[in-house]
């Protein structure tokens, strides 16, 4: 798939993995970012070019329907929409007054829900144009979860799944491509809380985005995620105890 000359629309463009995106993309592209903080867009569009921001958020649907007439009205060419946008909370099934029900709420909204919907809303918009994709940003948690990240590991199992039959289903009746980045830790702000300073850089998550999109590699493995992957195929009670080492 092509790489230039697209429009490109990023949820949680403002920072993290979304940002480097924006970064590497915005150079050949005209690019969209959108997150909830206005402050934090517009930091962000300082430090690009050919970026417009567009203050939205994602869970709310009030904001997305607006986002999405926007999108139709002012960039009618967009063809890739790059779901990035997401949340995670850092605790235990067994923590006393952890109420889970909640918490998994929050990210099952954040990291699936939200997805399905803005996608639904964009296939006829991406339809409409001769080359077109989804990129959803998922997780290595997505293959084993992590007992510190009970209910954010679900809900990456949930949109990995969501990604691959969204693939088998649009390439039946459309251009429409759907592609999935799954990184391991990565070293953001999001992250910062379960030791996000050993993971591994955005700028590599995002480069591998960019390198899947070339060469249409359609669920891109990120850094240690290919080497885990491999042992989840192997033995998946391995891979379960391997992302449970820690206390």
Do not use: C, W
């Not at 993309?25 to 300082?46: C, D, H, M, W, Y």
């Not at 709310?60 to 949340?87: C, H, M, Q, S, W």
């Not at 339809?127 to 948690?141: C, D, P």
Request: charged share 20%.
């Amino acid at each position: 798939m092509k790489t230039s000359n697209n429009t490109i629309l990023i949820t949680g463009g403002g920072s993290g993995i979304g940002f480097e995106i924006a970064k590497l993309f915005s150079a050949n592209n005209k690019v969209i970012i959108t997150g909830r903080s206005e402050e934090r867009l517009l930091k962000a569009t300082q430090q690009l070019q050919n970026v417009t921001a567009i203050a939205a958020d994602i869970t709310n649907e009030a904001d997305v329907n607006r986002l999405v007439a926007k999108l139709t009205t002012d960039f009618p060419e967009l063809n890739i929409v790059i779901n990035n946008a997401g949340l995670a909370h850092y605790y235990k099934l067994s923590d006393e007054g952890a109420n889970a029900y909640k918490l998994a709420g929050e990210e099952i909204q954040t990291n699936y829900l939200s997805i399905v919907r803005l996608t639904g809303l964009l296939i006829p918009q991406l339809k409409k144009q001769g080359e077109s994709a989804f990129v959803n940003i998922s997780s290595i948690a997505a293959f084993a979860p992590g007992h510190v990240l009970p209910t954010y590991a679900v809900s990456k199992a949930a949109l990995h799944s969501y990604s691959q039959v969204l693939r088998v289903t649009l390439e039946r009746v459309s251009n429409i491509k759907v592609f999935e980045i799954m990184p391991p830790l990565v070293d953001t702000e999001f992250s910062s809380a379960i030791g996000g300073n050993t993971g591994i850089s955005p700028v590599k998550v995002a480069e591998d985005a960019v390198e899947a999109l070339a060469n249409n590699e359609f669920e891109k493995h990120v850094a240690g995620t290919a080497d885990f992957y491999k042992l989840f195929l192997s033995s998946p009670a391995a891979a379960l105890a391997a992302m449970n080492k820690s206390e």
